[in-house]
């Protein structure tokens, strides 16, 4: 018989043994589905955001350079750099082949008498080249284009000619006026080129005089530039970093007030930069998916571990008629890449409804909008590769076995499998306690997700967050670059909100609340210290504490007339009293920020009476403590004031219309970004990547629990099976149904509790890798500890108690009979 009518007969035979106990069989294939599915989205997910996030050539040698105050617990520090700094850093490096440089901006544009607003970005011509920029549409970006007297051009991105525009390629050439400059459309960039999460680019000249009145700000300030290296090839990022410590440390004697007293140097490629939110949970996902998948392969393995066991009279018999050992290898061999293959095929399908599932689920801001999540060739075959090798190497033990061994023994032993290895029996075991094991840790890791997902929702944020209308406030390019221009435009814009019906308050800041406002050092005359205090600064309007319901607790808040004369009054936190005055009484006392002695047109060596005290509110993020704050009017400067807080009696959402007609009304072409509710914008920023975390590790925790109680069972089931004989002589000399019940129970216990043991050690190492990723709660936490345990051993009781009952009902007489 030819070699491919010889696998075409096994093949056949396979499909028959798999319909032959095809509950088993169907068990296996599940397993593996779930497996190989959870897996190759995970993968794909590893594959699309961290190897291969960006469209832009040179990704990987692309790096930001972060300035970093080593008294300051953050990761990183200052990334964007003055225009001198930034010429001083492209002349004096040794590590980089360029240095690209640009800068992000809110940009409004008009079409007909409407207003729209997109994010943005102006780059310095040599940028779009280096980027691998190729229009889709139109003509590429040159030097002429930045040359002083140039005709105004700008470049459109994929999705917004697709979203606005239908892609309708007569567009070419239009001209809109975008931030009050009429400029002409060139170029469609390719899909996913959408760099600072950008739609409209236009080309800029860096020259070492360019000040922020670029941008519309006062001139007297200076300008930052997004400042990117491009690696040379073969220069490790420590050599660089190394480097550019030389290069910093010359500029901080030059311009001491851009950088702290103590510093680093900390170079990272943008792909690392900009996945550090999301990268820590895409490695735990990672190693849990990969747990899953060797639960998985783990319960093949018993499948055919158990179907070997009990076919082995089968295989004795093919042998004695003549069957070789090769051949009886490879018929099982052959059994199990096909079981692989269906399973593996079952899992891929699964995977494209998964992968449609996590990337919605990915918390929006997370991750690059470049990135596009699909189903990865090189993460599907990474998965397939490893489930087919690990399915034939769980059935090679097997087979092996199978082709060894006395014949004679197996042909005089009755019944099914009553022969069987007792070294099967041992590796069975041991499977089911590797299972028990894994899903101790993932059960572990989904609990203290939750346990932290449960803690950020009741942390008191010190303010009312519940119906607060959200919106940043955009200004064309040139105007209101004055203190009196901005306050009179927000006293008409914040007098007309105030008449809409349901709006109850209204104010506007400088930060959105919750998130870490401008830090300063702080002097407080009459006081020495040792140590630099510092100070969170908002600059706000009279109405702020009534609008986010931020309780006065000592003196007064800070009236319209305070606002509209700019006074320097301020009023401050709790915090703030407790860490410099102590039990004395602040009101009346004064206080100075250094920051402002950094602005242009805000008061130099400046000192504010302190006149009202309110309670302390989250302002550094939800997981770090409250730190000192103080609330200054948003006149002292015209940088404050972007941010619009609305307290409504409806859902804020509702009035949003009105509010962008009040302001219509005021100047048209002033525009509103960033708008949606204050619940909204904190669930986005601080809940949706716990969540994200919770639900996925949730999912396999629980699929590696429901494939760990059936390998249990199909263990336990298999086993009562062959022992069948052995249970009927107890039971005809007298063993009682309870004796029997308890001797099975123990005997499936057994490798639970091994297997329960062994995941509390490998979660105690494991689970603090995670952290970094949990809050108000220990990575050892025992109530989690307790409660995993808890729930293992009564599925696992559960699993052996069936199997276990059966046992009890062996007919004595039938069980010998059959023998």
Known sequence: MSMVGSIWRDLRHALRSFHKDRGSVALALLALALGVGASTVIFSVVYSVLIEPFPYKNADRLLYIYTHNTKDSGPFGR???????????????????????????????????????????????????????????????????????????????????????????????????????????????????????????????????????????????????????????????????????????????????????????????????????????????????????????????????????????????????GASAARLVGQLLLESFVLAAIGTALGCLLAYGGLYLVRHMIPPDTVPEEIDIQLSGVALAATVGITLLATLLCGLAPALHAARGDLHKRLMSAGKGVGGSSGHGRLRSALVAVQIGLSIVLLVGAGLMMRTFFALEHVDLGINPDNILVARVVFPKGQYGTIQAKQAFFRQVLARIGTIP????????????????????????????????????????????????????????????????????????????????????????????????????????????????????????????????????????????????????????????????????????????NTGSLESILNRDYFAAPEFGLILLTIFASVGLILSAIGVFSVMAYSVSLQTHDIGIRMALGAQPSGVLKMVLLKGLEPIFVGIALGLFASWGLTRLMASQIYGVKATDPWTFGGVVIVLALVGTAACLLPARRATQVDPLVALRNE
């Open 79 to 321: 990334n964007l750099y003055t225009v001198k700094e930034f010429f001083d850093f492209r002349a004096q490096n040794h590590v980089f082949s360029s240095i690209l440089g640009g800068t992000s901006m809110d940009i409004t544009y008009l079409m007909g008498n409407t207003s729209y607003q997109v994010r943005g970005a102006a780059l310095e011509p040599v940028t779009f080249a280096a980027l691998g920029f190729k229009p889709r549409l139109g003509r590429e970006i040159t030097e002429s284009d930045a040359a002083p007297g140039a005709p105004p051009v700008f470049v459109m991105s994929d999705r917004l000619w697709h979203e606005r525009f239908n892609r309708d390629p007569k567009i070419l050439g239009m001209t809109l006026t975008i931030n009050g400059v009429p400029r002409s459309l060139v170029a469609i960039l390719p899909p996913r080129f959408l760099l600072f999460r950008g739609d409209i680019f236009f080309p800029m000249k860096i020259t070492p005089d360019l000040t922020a009145a670029f941008l519309g700000g006062p001139a007297k300030l200076p300008m930052y530039v997004w400042t990117v290296p491009v690696l040379k090839p073969g220069v490790t990022l420590k050599q660089a970093a190394a480097d550019m410590e030389i290069i910093t440390h010359n500029e901080a004697k030059i311009y001491p007030n851009l950088y702290p007293k103590q510093f680093t140097v900390i170079m990272r490629t943008i792909i690392d930069a900009t996945t550090a939110s999301l990268q820590k949970m895409i490695y735990i996902l990672l190693g849990a998916v990969l747990m899953l998948l060797l639960i998985a392969c783990s319960n093949v393995a018993n499948l055919l571990l158990a179907r070997a066991t009990a076919r082995e009279r089968e295989l004795a018999v093919r042998a004695t008629l």
């Open 502 to 673: 349901g709006v109850t308050s209204v104010t506007d800041s400088l930060w959105l609340p919750v998130e870490q406002a401008g830090d300063s050092a702080v002097t407080v005359p009459g006081t020495t210290h040792s140590e630099t205090w510092r100070s969170n600064i908002e600059l706000v309007s009279e109405n702020y504490f009534q609008t986010l319901g931020l309780p006065l607790v000592r003196g007064r808040l800070p009236s319209a007339t305070d606002v509209d004369s700019a006074r320097r009054v301020v009023v401050v936190n709790q915090k703030l009293v407790h860490d410099y005055f102590g039990d004395s009484d602040p009101i009346g006392r004064t206080i100075g920020f250094n920051l402002l002695d950094q602005i242009a047109d805000a008061p130099h060596n400046a000192f504010f009476e302190i006149v009202g005290v309110v309670g302390d509110m989250r302002n550094n993020g939800l997981e770090e403590s409250t730190a000192p704050e103080a609330f200054l009017p948003y006149t002292v400067t015209v940088w404050a004031g972007d941010e619009l807080l609305v307290r409504t009696a409806v859902s804020p959402e509702s009035v949003l219309s009105n509010i962008r007609q009040q302001i219509s009304s005021v100047d048209q072409n002033v525009a509103l970004a």
